[in-house]
C-alpha cells in the first residue's frame, strides 16, 4: 500500500463518521421540529376546549393525600362551594387534592374541570371531571391553569404545588400576569414558608415586603369564597382589556 492509500483509508473512516453524525444530527432535528407542532397542537385544542370556561378558579394540592385526609375533606368543600357560587374549578386531574377538587365541583353547579398530565407515577385520572384534557408537557398545562383562572386557591402540597405557587407569584409580581386573589388554605402548614419569605427574602432585599401580600392566608372554606368575591366585587369577573393583553403575552 503506497504513502496515498495509507492516508485514504482513515479520511475515509472519518468521513464516514462525520456523515453518519451529520445523519443522525439531521435525524434529531427533525423530530425536535415535530415536537414543536406537538407542543403548538396542545396549546391550540386546550385553548379552544377552554375558551368558555369563565369564570374558574385554579386549585393546587397534593396527589399524595387519601380521602380520609381533612385536606382531601376541606378541598372538597371549597370546591363545592365555589363550584355553587358559579366558579368552574380547575385542578390538575389527577388523585389526592386534585381529586378533592374536582369532585366538590363535580357535585355543584359549574364545571369540573382536569388539565391532565402524562407522568410514569402517581397521575391517574379520577373520575369527577366534565372536561378531561391531557398534556405531555408541564408548560403547556401551567399556561393553562393561568390563563383560565380568575384565582388561584393553593392547598398543602410537594413540589409540584410549590412550582405552581412560585410561578403565580411570580408572574403577578413582574406584572406578566394579571394580579388575581391568590390564597393558601392552611395556616400552619404554610406559616413557616411565609416566616421564611420575610425573614430570608424581604429581610436580605430578594423580594420587596410588599410581594409578601400578594398571598392571603385561610383556613375556612366560606372565607376563601368571600375573598374572591370582595375582590371581584366593584369590576366584574371578566379580564380588563390590559389583563386580555396580559394573558395573550403570557
Same mark, same amino acid.
Request: net charge negative.
Given at each position: 500500500?503506497?504513502?496515498?492509500?495509507?492516508?485514504?483509508?482513515?479520511?475515509?473512516?472519518?468521513?464516514?463518521?462525520?456523515?453518519?453524525?451529520? &445523519?443522525?444530527? /439531521?435525524?434529531?432535528?427533525?423530530?425536535?421540529?415535530?415536537?414543536?407542532? &406537538?407542543?403548538?397542537?396542545?396549546?391550540?385544542?386546550? /385553548?379552544?376546549?377552554?375558551?368558555?370556561?369563565?369564570? =374558574?378558579?385554579?386549585?393546587?394540592?397534593?396527589?399524595?393525600?387519601?380521602?380520609?385526609?381533612?385536606?382531601?375533606?376541606?378541598?372538597?368543600?371549597?370546591?363545592?362551594?365555589?363550584?355553587?357560587?358559579?366558579?368552574?374549578?380547575?385542578?390538575?386531574?389527577?388523585?389526592?387534592?386534585?381529586?378533592?377538587?374536582?369532585?366538590?365541583?363535580?357535585?355543584?353547579?359549574?364545571?369540573?374541570?382536569?388539565?391532565?398530565?402524562?407522568?410514569?407515577?402517581?397521575?391517574?385520572?379520577?373520575?369527577?371531571?366534565?372536561?378531561?384534557?391531557?398534556?405531555?408537557?408541564?408548560?403547556?398545562?401551567?399556561?393553562? !391553569?393561568?390563563?383560565?383562572?380568575?384565582?388561584?386557591?393553593?392547598?398543602? &402540597?410537594? !413540589?409540584?404545588?410549590?412550582?405552581?405557587?412560585?410561578?403565580?407569584?411570580?408572574?403577578?409580581?413582574?406584572?406578566? &400576569?394579571?394580579?388575581?386573589?391568590?390564597?393558601?388554605?392552611? /395556616?400552619?402548614?404554610?406559616?413557616?414558608?411565609?416566616?421564611?419569605?420575610?425573614?430570608?427574602?424581604? =429581610?436580605?432585599?430578594?423580594?420587596?415586603?410588599?410581594?409578601?401580600?400578594?398571598?392571603?392566608?385561610?383556613?375556612?372554606?366560606?372565607?376563601?369564597?368571600?375573598?374572591?368575591?370582595?375582590?371581584?366585587?366593584?369590576?366584574?369577573?371578566?379580564?380588563?382589556?390590559?389583563?386580555?393583553?396580559?394573558?395573550?403575552?403570557?
Amino acid at each position: 500500500m503506497n504513502e496515498k492509500d495509507k492516508l485514504a483509508k482513515p479520511l475515509s473512516k472519518a468521513a464516514n463518521a462525520f456523515d453518519a453524525a451529520t &445523519g443522525q444530527q /439531521t435525524a434529531t432535528s427533525a423530530r425536535e421540529a415535530w415536537r414543536v407542532f &406537538g407542543i403548538m397542537a396542545e396549546f391550540v385544542e386546550a /385553548t379552544e376546549r377552554l375558551a368558555a370556561v369563565r369564570p =374558574a378558579v385554579s386549585i393546587f394540592g397534593s396527589a399524595r393525600i387519601d380521602r380520609d385526609s381533612n385536606y382531601y375533606q376541606l378541598t372538597e368543600k371549597i370546591a363545592r362551594l365555589l363550584s355553587d357560587a358559579g366558579f368552574s374549578v380547575v385542578s390538575g386531574g389527577g388523585p389526592g387534592v386534585m381529586e378533592a377538587a374536582n369532585k366538590g365541583a363535580f357535585e355543584g353547579k359549574s364545571l369540573s374541570i382536569g388539565l391532565n398530565i402524562q407522568l410514569p407515577h402517581e397521575q391517574k385520572t379520577n373520575h369527577y371531571q366534565d372536561i378531561s384534557q391531557s398534556f405531555r408537557h408541564f408548560f403547556t398545562r401551567k399556561y393553562m !391553569f393561568v390563563k383560565v383562572a380568575a384565582a388561584y386557591v393553593v392547598m398543602p &402540597g410537594g !413540589f409540584g404545588t410549590l412550582d405552581e405557587l412560585l410561578e403565580a407569584l411570580a408572574l403577578i409580581q413582574t406584572g406578566k &400576569g394579571p394580579r388575581i386573589p391568590l390564597i393558601l388554605v392552611g /395556616t400552619d402548614f404554610w406559616s413557616g414558608l411565609l416566616d421564611w419569605f420575610r425573614e430570608r427574602l424581604v =429581610a436580605e432585599n430578594m423580594i420587596s415586603p410588599e410581594d409578601v401580600d400578594l398571598i392571603q392566608v385561610m383556613d375556612e372554606p366560606e372565607g376563601v369564597v368571600a375573598a374572591i368575591f370582595d375582590h371581584y366585587e366593584a369590576r366584574g369577573f371578566g379580564p380588563l382589556p390590559e389583563e386580555h393583553e396580559l394573558l395573550l403575552n403570557l
